[in-house]
């Protein structure tokens, strides 16, 4: 059975620093791209971040380019987003999300239930 | 970046009753690379199509989708009450992805 639980959502200060993390069990994790999701309180979904399944591959959306990282370690079969100069406008639930390639965005067929970050003073 | 429009943002049905969700794209949608997600209040979206017409694994036939290029619909034949949640569209064919708005399936 697929699973993705993500931690490390906190209320931070704008201009603070966060980590999440999403444990991944159940699929051979190394071989499909991964990605970050989020969604702000009452509104619809947005594309955060994708890395292929070697992590050579990344892209990322406009809006966090420069702040957010994604990575991931296929030893532990986890998946990372650094993210830096938070601003209000980052808090959200963000999610982990599984995709079906190994190296670009594609449709998510397994998403954890989510973590929440909050950036407020 | 190619932007989705859903529509309408709010659909108003009785169990029982068939829903007709859009979706409609900015520019074609390359190899009809088109995906339809079920969120409920509380939880993680579900992968409910992909493909534009491709059941996920475990998804009821009373789903179905459809389109091509930049029209795509998404269709509950006869809503059970487990069905009234929010529906988003997602398209992956060309960088980056890209989410619709989302349309509302709620209780009349």
């Known amino acids: 059975e697929v699973q993705l639980v993500e931690s490390g959502g906190n209320l931070v200060q704008p201009g603070g620093s966060l980590r999440l993390s999403c444990a991944a069990s159940?699929?051979?994790?190394?071989?499909?791209?991964m990605s970050w999701v989020r969604q702000a309180p009452g509104k619809g979904l947005e594309w955060v971040s994708t890395i292929g399944g070697s992590g050579g591959s990344k892209y990322n959306a406009d809006s966090v380019k420069g702040r957010f990282t994604i990575s991931r370690d296929n030893s532990k079969n986890t998946l990372y987003l650094q993210m830096n100069s938070l601003r209000a406008e980052d808090t959200a639930v963000y999610y982990c999300?599984?995709?079906?390639?190994?190296?670009?965005?594609?449709?998510?067929?397994?998403w954890g239930q989510g973590t929440l970050v909050t950036v407020s003073s | 970046e190619i932007v989705l429009t859903q529509s309408p943002g709010t659909l108003s049905l009785s169990p029982g009753e068939r829903a007709t969700l859009s979706c409609r794209a900015s520019?074609?949608?390359?190899?009809?690379?088109l995906a339809w997600y079920q969120q409920k209040l509380g939880q993680a979206p579900r992968l409910l199509i992909y493909g534009a017409s491709s059941r996920a694994t475990g998804i009821p036939d009373r789903f179905s989708g459809s389109g091509s290029g930049t029209d795509f619909t998404l269709t509950i034949s006869r809503l059970e009450p487990e069905d009234f949640a929010v529906y988003y569209c997602?398209?992956?064919?060309?960088?980056?992805?890209?989410f619709g708005g989302g349309t509302k399936v709620e209780i009349k």
């Open positions: 520019q074609s949608v390359t190899s009809s690379y």
């Open positions: 159940g699929f051979t994790f190394s071989t499909y791209a």
């Open positions: 997602q398209q992956y064919g060309t960088s980056p992805p890209s």
């Open positions: 999300a599984k995709g079906i390639w190994s190296t670009s965005s594609s449709y998510f067929d397994f």
